[in-house]
Every structure is written in structure tokens, then in C-alpha cells.
């Protein structure tokens, strides 16, 4: 990491009074601010040279990218009917649903293309098995875009031009009743599985019943998820292909939008039904979990592309699904390529520097800036950028739960330290953000955050951020204000109880394959020291951040924000826990019962928020929460991303100004499926003409 640079404070940007009482201070939002410091933020500053591709964006109408209908004939390629024509499938026609999904050519940038070739990108996160739905990692990094399929589409919504609502999927539409209570949906008719079996209501059914609403099972969604005023949502089937909802209050729109990423990735009843300890007396859900080993491949997915072969730790192959439910105009069943390689890395970094060389095809730039601007400038260079300015951000966050996770007398201590305003408040402004920006990148890609929404949302408003800026004298002062004294260590120590005097001591997760938040947390370590709190570092894949998570073993860890501080009409859940299980500074929010007067005051914001329809509230809302997040301190923020979209310049049909991150990751945003290689830059197969026919039981 670069040496942070450390400038010199203007004296005037900060007003300090020191007085002798230790009253409390007036704080909205009802926080527990008090003490005897009083700081005056400061305006947020205005980004000085944004970043931004987004006008390049061109927007349509839902029917002008795709529709449901039969088309008057299909095609294939070649090698497909080949095998076809040796018994070894059904015709196309019989593998298509009734009514296909037709992505329309006239959508398309290049227009339509040749079938052949290969996606190449990396991983860094260990697979752990296939059984998605039961919360097993797949390995991220676009991996689970490809296995996983929703009810709804959220990736490409940033596309359109006609409503504020994800794209249909596995769901062709839906009807609200005119009470707002119930909500129909129409699931695409004759779809399959990548092993042939039919996709049905019970696939659906089986997911909300034995998934997301079983409390033994660790998923990506639960039931305080869908729930709407606090009051549990209904599922129900209709028939085969019709599903109903029921909800306890009107209108609950902003759930289309957990339909259409993981909290809802639809599994395979067929498949894994039989190993749900519900319906196996032999099985446990640790077995369950396990069910779909990462090398017993293929596993049926809806996905364009089939996991048909991994070398573990090295290399993940998939194949071309021959039953994928979607077309183009012409007929011809997508995906255009054929095979998608993901190849193993120790952590994000390798995906940029392989984009760069050629060797892979999508990246998310969050750091190397210097490499790649300097690389993409390159006429010759293999790769183009697209950018997103503010569209990220780092920060730290606090452990507050005072019960779930708590089993030392440091957990005690450090979460009741983490609950006081003032703590929040020191370490904030002990943290020098803009030297940080500074360290991690010359040039305009990073700066300075305040927390709460990211400035490149469309419901920001830059004077509601309550902004404290780096003052190391005043968050001594705080400190000292809480009765914290410097022991024979060097470091202040705890003010009472059993660890009375001795050194205070959080600890700080960063995940192994984000460097962003390895560096965040490095550069912490001595601006912590600077005001006498020791800070150590612990470095853990996502899966093992993800079991911390939910044991509540831990203080502090660095996250990164994206699309919920983005677009928070989509992920409204997510700005604030209402319920366990739904915020991982607060996980067990409902059980404890100890949420502080201003998380009170961020749910009743969010909760008003999730189901109001009219723009210039939603804004007013937003304003208010973002006044009541940053003035809390409830996490610290340390700084925004301008991320870039690296794509591979001769890949076809990316839509101009492809978003790094809106409703989803850039490959959720793209329809893969429709992205092609002309022949003279098709990388060769690995699997050549052989489908994946033969599935072996989940086990």
C-alpha cells in the first residue's frame, strides 16, 4: 500500500466547544449523543471531476427488448441437432417452453450473432456446492448469475424507459388485485430444466416452503424478508403455472424487486426435495446444505449455461444448456456462445489484470487504476472501460447487538463502546478519508464518503449528509470526554467493569479477494493508534465473513456499498434492520430487542419509504434517512468508488454504458445470452460438441 498522505487541517472548517458538563447533546433521530465535545460538521464536498459513462445509456420500452410468443420455427447449432438426429434430445422445438422468451435483434447493439466460442472470466471465492437455495456459496463473481434464475429480471432495468419495475423472467407478468393485497403471477408455460425436467409452481412453491421459510435453513432471504408492516407474506399455488401472493398491506411494489435477485433464486424441487430433511429422516440439514457436491456435475439449473466440469480450485467449465427457454427473433435458441470458463484466483485483482491482457472478459474496476487507465489508453489495447462515478463505496461497521454473538467480557465491552455516538463519532473523524482516497489511487477515482446514500443514487441529496471531517485533537477529546485513560500500554484502556484499564482492542474483518478493504483497514491501523485505540486486522474469504456473520463473532468489519445505497427503491430491506437476519451490524435486531432510538427512526423512515409510489416523496424520505444515518455515525463511512466496467472490446452486443453496478452486477445486466465473438476472436473449446446429458444424484 502507498503512504497516506496526512494534510493539514484548516482550523476554521471545525468548530470544537469543551464545556464541563457531561449533559446530552441534542441529536435528531434520536441517538444517545452526549458528552462534553460538541462538534460542528462540515459541508459534504462536491466531487470536483465525476466520472460517468451513464449518458451513453440508450432506454426502451419493454416490448421494444423482449416478449413471450411462439415463433414459426427454431434453430440450433449444428453439432445440437447433430445429436438430435442421434436420439440423444428431443427436437428444439420440444425443448422450448410454449411460449418462449424472444430477445429481440432490432435490441441487440451488434445485432445478431454467430454461434461458437467462449466467455472467459475468474473467480475467487471457493465453491462450496450447487444447492443454492439452501445458502451454499457457488462462487460468486457471475458464477451464481449463470446457475441461479429468478421469478423477475433486475440486472437490465436500468434499460427502461417505460416503468420503474424489473424485467420479466421465469414470471411472464403479473396482476396486482385492486386492493393492492394480492399480486398473481404467470410462470412461463413448458420451460425446462437443464436435465429435461419440467419447471413448474412446485419449483417455486418449493423454494418459499422449504427454503426461504424453513428457520433451519441459512439462505439468502427469510421469511422477515418478504414480510410487509411487520406481518408475514403468502404464497400459494395456483395451478402448474400460476402463483398467487397475499401481503398484509397494499401494494408492497417494492418487492418485485427481491423477486428478481438471490433472495429468490428459484431451485430445483426434483433434485434437491429429496434430500431436505422434511422429506428424508436420513438427512440433516447440515447434508442438505452439502447436497450437490462441487465436482458431481452437471446439476440442472435454467441458466443458459450448464456447470459441467470442475477442476477444483483451478478451473470451472459450463456448457451451452440445450433446453435454455430463451430465443431471438429468428428463431435461433440462445446462448450464442458456448461455453463460459471461470478460472480460479486468490482474490479480485487477477480478474482485472486478466481482462487487460486478454485473457478474460468482464471486470469490475475498484482499484489499479493507474494500470488501467494507462492501458486502456492504448489504441492496441484488447479491453474499453466504461465508468461509474460514486457508484461504489467502502466503509467500516459496527457490531451493536449487546446479546447475539456476545460471550467474552470484550465482546460486552467493545459493543457497548460501539452503541455510545461519541465512540462512532472519535473513530470517524479520527480516519484521515481523503489521504486514504489518496493512497489508494492518484487521479479522480476515489474520494471521501460520509455514509448513508451513494452520491451517483438518484435520491441523494448532498446537504443532507451530516459530514465530519478529520480532526485527530477532537477525537481525543472525545474520548477523554468518555472517561477513557491512557494505561502503562500506550493505548487508552476500557473505562470499567472486569477489563477496567486494559487496552481496548477491536478487531477489523476485510475480505481476501476485495483488496479495496484490505487497504482501507491497513491504512486504519495507525490513524487508530494516532488516538489510543489498537485496531488488528483479520483477512477471511467471503464464505468464512459470511459464517462470522451469522454467529455474531466479530467487532468491526470493512464492507463494501453498492446497489442497496443505490437504488434503494429496489433493496429498501436493506437500508436498515426491521427484522433478524436482514442487516448484519444488527442480525438479531428483533430477538435482542435493543435497537437504539435511532435505528427506530431509520425503520419507521425505511418502512414509509418501502411502500410510498410518489417521486418527490421518496426523495423527501431519503433526505431524511440520510440525515439520521450520517449524523448517527451509524457506520463509518471512509470513501466513494468511481468503478469501471473493463469488457473485452471485440465481445458483441453490450449495451453503451453498461452500469459496473444499478440492480445488479454488470453480467446480471447484459443478457449474456445474447452476447457473441465473431469467429476470428473465438477462443477454442474445452468440452467441444459434448452436452450435458447425464446428471448424476445430488449427494
Not at 451 to 457: C, E, K, R, V, Y
Not at 587 to 601: V, W
Amino acid at each position: 500500500m502507498k503512504k497516506v498522505l496526512i494534510p493539514l487541517m484548516v482550523a476554521a472548517a471545525l468548530i470544537m466547544t469543551v464545556t464541563a458538563c457531561g449533559g446530552k447533546s441534542k441529536s435528531t433521530g434520536g441517538s444517545e449523543s452526549g458528552g462534553s465535545v460538541v462538534v460542528t460538521p462540515i459541508p459534504y464536498p462536491v466531487n470536483p471531476s465525476p466520472l460517468d459513462s451513464s449518458a451513453k445509456i440508450k432506454r426502451y420500452a419493454l416490448d421494444q427488448v423482449i416478449e413471450y410468443r411462439s415463433l414459426p420455427k427454431y434453430s440450433e447449432p449444428d453439432y445440437v441437432t447433430a445429436q438430435v438426429n442421434q436420439g440423444k434430445l428431443p427436437p428444439v422445438n420440444q425443448r422450448l417452453p410454449e411460449t418462449p422468451q424472444v430477445i429481440k435483434t432490432s435490441f441487440m447493439a451488434d445485432g445478431p450473432g454467430p454461434y461458437g466460442g467462449v466467455f472467459a472470466n475468474v473467480f475467487a471465492v471457493p465453491i462450496e456446492g450447487w444447492n443454492f437455495g439452501a445458502g451454499a456459496v457457488n462462487g460468486w463473481f457471475g458464477i451464481e448469475a449463470i446457475v441461479s434464475q429468478c421469478l423477475l429480471s433486475s440486472g437490465p432495468a436500468y434499460l427502461r424507459s417505460d416503468a420503474n419495475e424489473p424485467f420479466p423472467a421465469l414470471a411472464t407478468g403479473w396482476t396486482w388485485s385492486s386492493d393492492g393485497l394480492t399480486l398473481t403471477m404467470d410462470l412461463i408455460k413448458g420451460a425446462k430444466w437443464s436435465d429435461g425436467q419440467p419447471f413448474t409452481a412446485d419449483d417455486v412453491m418449493y423454494t418459499w416452503e422449504d427454503n426461504i421459510n424453513d428457520p433451519n435453513v441459512a439462505g439468502r432471504s427469510s421469511p422477515g424478508t418478504w414480510a410487509v408492516g411487520g406481518k408475514p407474506t403468502k404464497l400459494e399455488k395456483v395451478n402448474d403455472y400460476q402463483i398467487k401472493w397475499t401481503f398484509a398491506e397494499p401494494f408492497p411494489v417494492y418487492l418485485l424487486w427481491a423477486m428478481a435477485d438471490d433472495r429468490f433464486y428459484v431451485a430445483p424441487a426434483h433434485y434437491y426435495k429429496p434430500h431436505h430433511p422434511k422429506y428424508n429422516s436420513n438427512a440433516t440439514y447440515s447434508s442438505f446444505r452439502s447436497a450437490g457436491k462441487p465436482t458431481a456435475l452437471p446439476v440442472p439449473v435454467l441458466g443458459p449455461w450448464v456447470p459441467t466440469e470442475y477442476r477444483t480450485d483451478e478451473l470451472l467449465v459450463f456448457k451451452r444448456n440445450p433446453y435454455y427457454w430463451k430465443v431471438d427473433s429468428d428463431g435461433r435458441q440462445l446462448p450464442y456462445i458456448d461455453e463460459v470458463h471461470f478460472t480460479y484466483a486468490t482474490n479480485s485483482l487477477a480478474r482485472t489484470m486478466n481482462t487487460m491482457a486478454g485473457t478474460c472478459d468482464l471486470s469490475n474496476v475498484g482499484e489499479s487504476y493507474d494500470d488501467v487507465a494507462r492501458s486502456a489508453a492504448d489504441p492496441n489495447a484488447p479491453f474499453r472501460v466504461d465508468w461509474q462515478g460514486d457508484s461504489h463505496a467502502y466503509g467500516m461497521e459496527f457490531n451493536y447487538d449487546t446479546k447475539f454473538g456476545v460471550s467474552t467480557d470484550q465482546d460486552k465491552a467493545n459493543r457497548a463502546l460501539f452503541r455510545d455516538i461519541r465512540f462512532r463519532q472519535a473513530l470517524t473523524m479520527a480516519l484521515d478519508r481523503d489521504g486514504i482516497a489518496a493512497s489508494l489511487a492518484a487521479g479522480p477515482f476515489y474520494r471521501a464518503w460520509g455514509g448513508g446514500l451513494l452520491p451517483a443514487s438518484p435520491l441523494y441529496t448532498r446537504e443532507s449528509v451530516v459530514y465530519l471531517p478529520y480532526n485527530v485533537e477532537t477525537a481525543k477529546a472525545i474520548l477523554a470526554s468518555l472517561g477513557l485513560k491512557t494505561n502503562s500500554e500506550g493505548y487508552l484502556g476500557y473505562p470499567e467493569g472486569p477489563l477496567a484499564g486494559k487496552t481496548i482492542e477491536i478487531q477489523l474483518l476485510a475480505q481476501q479477494d476485495l483488496g479495496n478493504e484490505i487497504d482501507i483497514a491497513q491504512a486504519a491501523i495507525p490513524m487508530f493508534q494516532a488516538i489510543g485505540i489498537k485496531l488488528t486486522m483479520k483477512v477471511l474469504t467471503g464464505t468464512a465473513i459470511s459464517e462470522t456473520e451469522l454467529n455474531g463473532k466479530w467487532d468491526m468489519k470493512s464492507y463494501r456499498y453498492d446497489s442497496p445505497q443505490l437504488v434503494p427503491n429496489a433493496f429498501p430491506a436493506q437500508l436498515s434492520p426491521t427484522d433478524d437476519n436482514m442487516m448484519y451490524n444488527h442480525y438479531k435486531i428483533k430477538t435482542s430487542g435493543d435497537a437504539m432510538p435511532f435505528e427506530t427512526e431509520l425503520n419507521r423512515i425505511t418502512t414509509a419509504f418501502a411502500t410510498e409510489t410518489d417521486a418527490a416523496k421518496q426523495r423527501q424520505l431519503m433526505a431524511e434517512y440520510n440525515k439520521v444515518w450520517t449524523e448517527n455515525a451509524t457506520n463509518i463511512g471512509v470513501v466513494t468508488v468511481s468503478y469501471g466496467q473493463l469488457l473485452n472490446k471485440y465481445m458483441k452486443n453490450v449495451q453503451p454504458g453498461l452500469p459496473v453496478n444499478l440492480y445488479s452486477w454488470g453480467h446480471q445486466s447484459m443478457f449474456m445470452e445474447q452476447l457473441y465473438f465473431e469467429p476470428d476472436h473465438q477462443r477454442r473449446l474445452i468440452l467441444g460438441t459434448n452436452l450435458p446429458l447425464n446428471y448424476p444424484a445430488a449427494n
